[in-house]
């Protein structure tokens, strides 16, 4: 019983996503799940990252947590248009479902965007669980992070398109073996692009920029 109750759930979701999916495409958007558990910086690595895309690709994001809207208000300053989601008020879901973004995305105007973030719940297992409608996946670990995360997490390294190993301006002061952090994230999943950068410096995220950009320019060419 619990196996079908689960599948229904999921199987709604998945009918919610593809619906999605329909729209973003018919309004040429690339949309960009970001995914880490919390901590990892994943909203100063937005703030950065969207700094750098604009004005070239015009941005927005939409924001899950489950309460407040401090990481929304951070990245409105960007100029870009941000939506927050609390899932406090759909019972604290600890990640975001198709149906939510889309009541969320249709206070955007997806025809003035060319990438949509998400920047998901901070939770390295429930996201990857769920389809959202989106073109691609990123997940966020940091160095202040065990290196075992992959290996602990497997389903959300193996669900995503790229890798960020961010605050690595740290590493000269901890104990922390980047290149096990690295093997694990292949061992999950061979071949993944793994970009380390320290999103409060700037060090190291031009590539990741890069990848970013080149997926939007080619969604665009699919037109």
């Not at 901890?174 to 694990?184: P, Q, S, T, W």
């Amino acid at each position: 019983m619990e196996i079908k109750i689960v599948r229904k759930v999921l199987g709604v979701n998945d009918a919610n996503a593809l619906r999605n999916r329909e729209r973003f495409a018919d309004n040429n958007v690339f949309v960009l799940n970001v995914m880490s558990s919390p901590g990892s910086g994943k909203t100063t690595l937005l703030e950065k990252t969207i700094a750098r895309l604009m004005p070239g690709i015009r941005c927005g994001v939409i924001v899950g947590d489950i309460c407040t809207a401090n990481d929304a208000d951070r990245l409105a300053v960007t100029g870009v248009p941000v939506v927050q989601v609390n899932t406090d008020a759909f019972g604290g879901d600890c990640h975001l479902a198709a149906h939510v973004i889309e009541k969320a995305s249709e206070d955007l105007d997806l025809s003035a965007l060319d990438l949509l973030i998400v920047e998901n719940v901070g939770n390295l297992v429930c996201p990857a669980e769920f389809d959202i409608g989106e073109n691609a996946r990123a997940v966020v670990l940091s160095v202040t992070e065990g290196e075992d995360k992959p290996v602990k997490y497997p389903l959300m390294f193996r669900e995503c398109d790229a890798a960020v190993l961010n605050k690595t301006d740290l590493l000269p002061y901890l104990d922390y073996d980047r290149e096990a952090a690295v093997g694990y994230i292949h061992e999950v999943h061979p071949g993944m692009p793994v970009f380390e950068l320290s999103a409060r410096t700037g060090d190291g995220l031009d590539p990741w920029v890069d990848w970013i950009r080149e997926r939007v320019r080619e969604k665009k060419a699919e037109g």
